[in-house]
């Protein structure tokens, strides 16, 4: 398992250059105010230099049988006092599926590669109980297996992406279970699923072949795990033209010696993509940062985006790598977590502030500014553990309340598909406003994030190649970086319009501490 980033490691980010800050000095025209606490500052954004398209899966999510992501989150079960659909939580599905699932990765990360599939699927009452090893020692009873995630992935929308066990199972029970979910009819596998519910094959396309497979997923070298992946994937078939998309287990952050030994290792065999986990670690409980804490964390950022920047280089640097996609499967913030929660609402669980919207903010700008560098990114995690975007009060809550995190995913949502294009702005290492933007044919989308806790931005941004007209933007802002959503108040950080000017090819607006905005505008 990736640990949080210690506070050596922060440094070393905090000292790293980010991307945008390496441009040319002259791109950048920055005008500061005799007053600190409020700085101009001067973006532009290039309408006609395209990065590449801002895939949907770019906003995709994770789900790992760990606390309450599952069961007691997202699995109530049928037979709950909680208003639920076939088991899954009413309240959560609506809300999910009004921010839109575009892929959801399932059971694990560690707990991927300690879960053998045929213990999730036939009639519930016989499904074997399990301890669930990594997270808790607690019994596990199974009801929420594959047909149960499939069911999910349908509700909301989201393409299913499977983790398989290679730490402790073989090619021919990650072999089977494809065949199981994919197949369509007339082999005992697919005939055993249609009994038990579905004779329309899952067609699950994303297959992950372990997961940190240096730590948790079996401690192994980058040569030994090569190996295995070339045995699982040899068997791992296309059935009834469903294409696989197998994603061999990739690097904690930037670590260049296990990119480069996996490669090595695999020698011709090319998987379709690379996972990389990259947490941003925090040294307080989430909601009690300190300055120095909040700065260091987002500092993190930088490095974030450098490392997706080296990474890619490092495949591409391989006969065919290029062809391999880059898939940042679990990223998020990692804060140091009380006992006391994790005992009354499950392990990881944690709560999301104005800071972790600021985080996601971060994040999501990068992945847009990077667009032609990445395949997929997932947080981690959906509900109840870690950067989530739900949490609820326990397994039993009633309460389910929609974190800043989701709302800072609310307000990328227009990006989804488009096209992201350049943008230059002042980003004083490591620490600046961050600013991506993407378009279609009729539509310009900007999100800029102010990262900083003492001043407030006046955003003066020049659309170069386009006139801009009908201008809206929605922000997310609380000047208190601790400010959440509580139980008992849902609503205290929620995007909000927000003022702006358009002008032909100028947009101006005010961007106060702690925030993150996006500007949707018409283009010509
Ligand atoms: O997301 C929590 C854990 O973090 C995952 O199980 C593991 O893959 C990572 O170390």
């Known amino acids: 398992m990736s640990r949080p980033l210690s506070r050596r490691n922060f440094i070393s980010a905090a000292a790293a250059v980010s991307a945008t800050a390496l441009l040319p000095k002259r791109l950048f025209s920055v005008a500061s105010t005799a007053n600190a606490s409020s700085v101009t500052r001067r973006v532009t954004v290039r309408a006609d230099s395209e990065v590449g398209v801002v895939r949907p899966e770019f906003h995709?999510?994770?789900?790992?049988?760990?606390?309450?992501?599952?069961?007691?989150g997202l699995w109530v079960g049928k037979n709950s006092r909680l208003p639920n659909i076939v088991g899954y939580r009413k309240q959560a599905v609506e809300y999910l599926k009004d921010l839109g699932v575009p892929v959801l990765r399932w059971p694990g990360g560690c707990f991927a590669d300690d879960y053998h599939w045929r213990d999730g699927i036939g009639p519930a009452a016989k499904r074997p109980r399990r301890v669930n090893i990594h997270w808790g020692d607690y019994v596990e009873d199974g009801s929420f297996g594959t047909h149960e995630f499939i069911g999910l992935c349908r509700l909301l929308g989201a393409q299913p992406y499977l983790a398989g066990n290679v730490g402790s199972s073989t090619p021919h029970e990650l072999?089977?279970?494809?065949?199981?979910?994919?197949?369509?009819?007339?082999s005992t596998?697919?005939?055993?699923?249609?009994?038990?519910?579905?004779?329309?094959?899952?067609?699950?396309?994303?297959?992950?072949?372990?997961?940190?497979?240096?730590?948790?997923?079996?401690?192994?070298?980058?040569?030994?795990y090569a190996r295995l992946y070339r045995d699982f994937a040899v068997y791992c078939r296309e059935f009834g033209g469903t294409e696989l998309f197998l994603v061999a287990s990739g690097p904690s952050g930037d670590d260049t010696r296990w990119s480069r030994g996996l490669m090595d290792g695999l020698g011709w065999e090319r998987p379709q993509g690379v996972s990389m986990h990259y947490y941003t670690g925090g040294e307080d409980l989430s909601t009690s940062f300190s300055r120095d804490h909040l700065n260091e964390q987002l500092a993190i950022y930088a490095k974030?985006?450098?490392?997706?920047?080296?990474?890619?280089?490092?495949?591409?640097?391989?006969?065919?790598?290029?062809?391999?996609?880059?898939?940042?499967?679990?990223?998020?913030?990692?804060?140091?977590?009380p006992e006391e929660d994790e005992k009354r609402y499950g392990k990881l669980w944690q709560q999301s502030t104005m800071r972790s919207a600021v985080a996601a903010g971060l994040g999501l700008n990068i992945f847009n500014r990077q667009a032609d560098k990445l395949y997929m990114c997932n947080i981690a995690q959906m509900v109840n553990v870690l950067q989530s975007l739900l949490v609820t009060d326990g397994p039993e809550g009633e309460h389910c309340v929609r974190t800043t995190t989701y709302y800072a995913f609310s307000l990328f949502k227009p990006h989804r598909a488009k096209t992201?294009?350049?943008?230059?702005?002042?980003?004083?290492?490591?620490?600046?406003?961050?600013?991506?933007?993407?378009?279609?044919?009729?539509?310009?989308?900007?999100?800029?994030?102010?990262?900083?806790?003492?001043?407030?931005?006046?955003?003066?941004?020049?659309?170069?190649?386009?006139?801009?007209?009908?201008?809206?933007?929605?922000?997310?802002?609380?000047?208190d970086w601790n400010a959440f959503n509580s139980f008992d108040n849902p609503d205290r950080v929620v995007p909000k319009q927000h003022p702006i000017s358009t002008k032909e090819s100028r947009v101006e607006l005010e961007l106060p501490r702690l925030s993150v905005a996006t500007v949707v505008m018409s283009i010509r």
């Open 304 to 337: 974030v985006e450098e490392s997706i920047i080296h990474q890619r280089a490092v495949l591409d640097s391989y006969e065919h790598g290029g062809d391999v996609g880059l898939v940042l499967d679990e990223w998020g913030v990692w804060d140091r977590i």
């Open 60 to 72: 995709g999510h994770f789900v790992e049988h760990l606390g309450s992501c599952v069961y007691g």
């Open 420 to 479: 992201a294009v350049r943008v230059e702005a002042e980003a004083p290492a490591p620490l600046g406003l961050s600013v991506s933007a993407s378009r279609s044919d009729k539509e310009l989308v900007v999100t800029f994030v102010n990262p900083h806790h003492d001043s407030d931005l006046q955003v003066e941004c020049a659309i170069k190649e386009g006139n801009v007209s009908d201008g809206k933007a929605q922000i997310l802002h609380d000047p």
């Open 189 to 224: 596998l697919s005939d055993e699923r249609a009994a038990n519910g579905s004779p329309e094959p899952f067609r699950v396309r994303y297959w992950g072949v372990g997961n940190e497979s240096w730590g948790c997923g079996g401690n192994m070298r980058p040569e030994e």
């Open 175 to 186: 072999r089977d279970w494809i065949e199981y979910c994919n197949y369509p009819s007339g």
